[in-house]
């Protein structure tokens, strides 16, 4: 199968997490996967906790699905914590989309009765909330702690210094085991960047027994079985009604006259 990962990172100014993520995701996958990972060329890819930059963002989230439905891609998965464009992306695609937000909050429900999250700053927080709102969880939501971090690019660092990386993981640590002490079951690094670096130094525990909820690893193992249950289910996976239904044939020609080629899984 082929997955399209798409990060919200620019490439050149995270040279050293991209080569940490391209490892984890390739020590993740089954050996018959293919995944190319994307990032952010057009217009930004440096500050996502900002909604309006998310936003800016997110319109070449959607041109790549649109590319990777047109290029026969098998799932495409969105590899930034504020799930941007995901909804959307779902009413234009034939293959299943996954987001990394949704995806770990909803497998952190099976693995115990509440979840936790330590964000990267206090300016990413209120909008990863919104999402598990928006994903019905907000009763398994047992706290939300933050990291220090206020210019993300700063997380690059720790891949290639080995210092500075430990001292992300100690920082997150800190938050994670205030979470633990007041109940929390699982504990979710809210930044996609920093899951990367906590499975680079094999860092899966709060302490024994209390696991970290790696969301890369997760997204691409969900992201496999979502495209096995749809060919299992003979094509069949997006709910067509309502929520993410795509326009009428009949308007197809009209909209696309306005719009461009858009809607391409729809005929």
Known sequence: MRIWYQSLTRPDAWPAYNETL??????????????????????????????????????????????????????FLIGNIGDPGLREAREIASMPVLGLCETSTHLACMMGANFALVTGNAKHAPRIVENVGKYGLSSRLWAVRSMTVERLVDLDSGFAD??????????????????????????IPA??????LLAKHQVHEVAPGIPILN?????????????????AMGGVWTSRRAMYAMPPAGQLDELRAHYGPVYPAAS
């Open 22 to 75: 391209r490892a984890v995701l390739a020590h993740a996958k089954d050996p018959d996967t293919q995944i190319e990972v994307h990032g952010i060329e057009a217009r930004g890819g440096i500050g996502d906790q900002y909604r309006y930059l998310e936003f800016i963002e997110a319109q070449e989230v959607l041109a790549n699905v649109e590319r990777a439905t047109r290029e026969g891609y098998d799932a």
């Open 162 to 187: 080995e210092q500075a990386g430990r001292a992300l993981i100690d920082q997150f640590l800190a938050q994670a085991r205030v979470h633990v002490e007041g109940g929390a079951e699982v504990v």
């Open 191 to 196: 930044v996609g960047v920093l899951m990367a």
């Open 215 to 231: 969301g890369v690893t997760s997204l691409v193992k969900m992201g496999e079985a979502a495209v096995r249950m749809r060919r």
